[in-house]
């Protein structure tokens, strides 16, 4: 779907992104990842040419994209970014409708979608459709902004720290309808972000950046326990046990015991998808904890032993 | 009181006029503005995208700013002539600065997330500008707008003096007669406009972008109808006149003229005085007003129309002084005395003409006169503290070799100091001058005398009959009673009004005396 190929970019004296490559392929959410200033932003601009690279090439389904015109080719990729940036002057519907109009789709196509997308995104268009951006939360002006970039149906979004505006409540919950939204299932994703656990919530993969370099690109998991140097360990060092706890499931936890102890199949409302932090958040919920089979200290024994199995299975 | 009663009273009798120089004022103000947004913002939209030359480009509109708008006309006129064009040209130039300025200062106010975003979502560079940008100065750039107008309602008033109409006329031709009422009449509308301009494009301002848009898009399509307005009123007729705005005001000038000769089929244009002979020379207007000793007349060929009814009555010229001067220093009566009946009409002219056109200084001419005449004495050594003799003057050549003459004649002959204050403008101005005593003497015209400064009844003045003798006797009478002012002896030539028009265009139409020039216009 999208292939990067040596990408580079110096603005003056400044490196900015070094020989960057990687591959992603359809449906895949992929996470730049890295400390302030470490050209990730930079990096996804060149994606839809509002950063034009130095050397290197891009390519969208096989096509290069420097042989696109630069409009062309973003009417066909989402894009978000932190200030949402929202036209003032136009209404949330009129926002959501700019990449469609420029399309030339069809005005009765595009009021139903708007509607659609505004419903789906929690927006009543009734009560919000007509309203300019200023009159919203800045929760509900991004949520705009994801609505205008998944409009016109692209098959790839764009999004440079969409949460990063955001208090850490609406982030979460707005993170989560993120996360659920079906229109974004099929799509192919990049989002920037510098905030370690949106990383892991929302990544297949995770391109790990410092200085304009990659640092290592792979799955949260392999970040975590197979870490390719210093930086990538320090980097996760601080919140290593939450990201741990997010990342192992009970499939992983429960693996060896469940074979041995034939105990069946692992108990409702889990599944071996279930991430141990979730799981820990439904047993200490009084009103849950009833029907399941296992209790809190034998989920953190068998949780200790997996992490041990981990460390070792990697250090072979 | 009076005033306002007069001012009602004149705008009665002018309500045409003022209509008239009403639109002429909206379409002077209109077309500068159009021409001034279809530079400036196009001007300011590249600064926006080449922000290095903003700098440059906006202190060079700055300077133009500085530049005084009666020297910006000055400059203009050897450029463009006279008329509508170089006043809109200048309005122009007054517009600049706070157009440019706004949009620039417009859009890069725009949100740079808010223009990231589009871009990002595919607008070209060109839909960026149209429909982001642009609708998002457009509060700031419409102040512009809004700055411009009001500072080109006010200059505007300045076109008066290069025939391009407006309400100035009045304001000049008020100020040349020192007529408060006539001011106003001008002045009141123009301040009206401005505030009606700014009220109507703050309102505009304070609409939502939206709005905005179409209003702003309206305002274009409504600016070139305004300025047409320039070209509605013109009265058009066979002949068209350039008059000074004193000319067009006062009593023994267009009034009379029309009433007695009937001139009533010649549309007239106002400028100033010093642009009325250059106007008829280059044939923007055909008939002018001026006056018969003037240099010019000679200098560019122009025939002076007989005064064959005798509206304009005798101007002959002679020194007012005041009295206490002639008290302290006697000897002064002997020295003035000598140019007693010592200049002919065409003595005069050919002074003149050396200042006028071949641009001797004053000062030369007094000298080269006074020394032809066997009159020069060498200036006597200067001795400190002695009195000093103030000389007053108008502010045109043949007062200012007056001037001078009476200068070199005091220095020359008596151990007086002299200070000369020339070009203290109008005769109003002048005559003030005089009696509070800031000068000592200047010449003035007896015709001036008349009917400017003392403005008797009809009655009076017809009973003068226009006989020099019995105008200069009243004259003298009057300014002794009222003013305490002493008229002495007349210099000897008549500078009478005149009109004048080119000599080729007066043989060809076959027109030598006013009364030939109304029946001309009645054929």
């Known amino acids: ?316 | 009181m009076e005033t306002l009663a007069a001012l009602f009273t004149f705008w009665r009798e002018q309500a045409g006029k003022l209509g008239e120089q009403t639109l002429q004022h909206i379409g002077l103000t209109a077309a500068s503005l159009l021409l001034a947004v279809l530079l400036g913002v196009p001007v300011g939209l590249w600064l926006s995208r080449r922000p290095r030359w903003a700098p440059a480009v906006l202190g060079l509109a700055g300077v133009l700013q500085t530049v005084p708008s009666i020297a910006l006309l000055g400059f203009l006129i050897p450029l463009l002539g006279i008329g509508p064009k170089p006043a809109i040209f200048a309005l122009f130039l007054y517009s600049l600065l706070p157009i440019i300025r706004n949009t620039l200062a417009g859009i890069q106010g725009v949100a740079p997330a808010v223009v990231e975003a589009a871009r990002g979502l595919g607008l070209t560079d060109g839909q960026v500008l149209r429909r982001v940008e642009l609708p998002l100065a457009l509060p700031v750039l419409m102040a512009g707008i809004r700055t411009a107008t009001v500072i080109n309602v006010g200059v505007a008033t300045l076109a008066a003096y290069v025939a391009a109409g407006g309400l100035g006329e009045f304001i000049f031709g008020g100020i040349a007669l020192n007529n408060p009422a006539m001011i106003l009449a001008g002045a009141l509308p123009a301040a009206g406009l401005a505030l009606a301009f700014d009220a109507a494009l703050g309102a505009v301002q304070k609409l939502s972008a939206r709005r905005l848009r179409q209003v702003g898009g309206a305002l274009l399509v409504a600016l070139p109808l305004l300025g047409a307005l320039y070209l509605l009123p013109r009265a058009t007729g066979k002949l068209l006149a350039g008059f000074s705005p004193e000319f067009v005001g006062r009593a023994d000038g267009l009034p009379g003229l029309t009433k007695t000769y009937g001139l009533t089929r010649l549309p007239n244009v106002v400028l100033a005085p010093a642009l009325v002979y250059e106007a008829a020379r280059n044939a923007n207007v055909d008939v002018i007003d001026g006056y018969s000793t003037d240099g010019r007349i000679r200098a560019y060929n122009l025939r002076v129309l007989h005064d064959d009814r005798r509206v304009f009555p005798p101007y002959y010229a002679a020194p007012v002084i005041r009295p206490q001067l002639l008290r302290e220093h006697p000897e002064l009566m002997a020295v003035l005395a000598q140019l007693d009946g010592q200049i002919s009409d065409s003595v005069m002219t050919n002074l003149n003409y050396r200042a006028d056109y071949l641009h001797q200084s004053p000062q030369a001419i007094a000298e080269a006169f006074l020394r032809r005449r066997g009159l020069w004495r060498a200036p006597r050594p200067a001795i400190a503290d002695a009195p000093v003799v103030r000389l007053g003057s108008k502010i045109f050549a043949e007062q200012y070799i007056l001037a001078e003459m009476y200068a070199a004649l005091i220095r020359g002959n008596t151990n007086l100091a002299v200070q000369t204050k020339t070009g203290l403008g109008g005769t109003t101005i002048c005559f003030d001058a005089l009696r509070d005593g800031a000068i000592d003497m200047y010449p003035e015209y007896t015709g001036t005398g008349l009917l400017v400064l003392l403005q008797p009844t009809p009655a009076v003045v017809d009973s003068l009959g226009g006989r020099p003798d019995a105008v200069l006797n009243y004259v003298r009478r009057e300014f002794q009673r009222r003013y305490n002012l002493e008229w002495l002896a007349p210099l000897g030539f008549n500078n009478t009004y005149a009109l004048l028009m080119r000599q080729q265009q007066a043989q060809e139409l076959g027109i030598a005396s006013v009364s030939e020039l109304g029946q001309y216009l009645r054929r």
């Not at chain 1, 939204?181 to 990049?190: A, F, G, M, N």
């Not at chain 1, 047993?283 to 981990?310: H, I, K, N, Y």
């Open chain 1, 1 to 316: 779907m999208i292939r990067v190929s040596h990408l580079s970019k110096r603005f003056g004296a400044h490196a900015v992104v070094q020989d960057v490559s990687f591959e992603l392929a359809a449906g895949e959410t992929l996470v730049l990842l890295g400390p302030s200033g470490c050209g990730k932003t930079t990096l996804l601009k060149m994606l839809n040419r509002l950063v034009e690279p130095d050397s290197g090439t891009v390519e969208i389904n096989g096509l290069n994209v420097f042989e696109q015109r630069p409009e062309t080719l973003r009417r066909g990729i989402g894009y978000v970014i932190q200030q949402v940036g929202l036209l003032p002057h136009y209404t949330v519907a009129e926002n959501v409708a700019v990449v469609p109009r420029l399309l030339g789709h069809a005005p009765a196509a595009i009021a139903a979608r708007t509607t659609a997308l505004l419903t789906r995104l929690h927006l009543p268009p009734e009560r919000y459709a007509a309203q300019l951006p200023h009159q919203l939360s800045g929760g509900q002006q991004q949520r705009v902004g994801l609505a205008r970039a998944l409009a016109a149906d692209p098959p790839i979004i764009l999004l440079d720290e969409p949460f990063g505006a955001l208090d850490p409540l609406t982030r979460a919950s707005i993170r989560r309808e993120f996360r659920e939204l079906e229109e974004l299932r099929s799509k192919t994703v990049v989002l920037v972000t510098h905030d370690v656990t949106e990383a892991f919530e929302l990544a297949d993969r995770i391109l790990l950046l410092d200085a304009g370099q990659v640092q290592q690109l792979g799955t949260p998991r392999e970040l975590l326990f197979q870490p390719a140097n210093d930086f990538v360990r320090r980097f996760f060092a601080a919140e290593r046990l939450a990201l741990q706890l997010r990342t192992l499931t009970l499939g992983d936890v429960f693996t060896e015991e469940a074979a041995t102890r034939s105990a069946g199949p692992i108990p409702l409302p889990f599944t071996t998808a279930t991430t141990v932090h979730d799981a820990l958040e439904t047993l200490t919920d009084s009103d849950a904890g009833a029907s399941t089979s296992f209790s809190v200290a034998e989920l953190m024994a068998a949780f200790g032993q997996a992490l041990q199995r981990e460390e070792e299975a990697w250090k072979r």
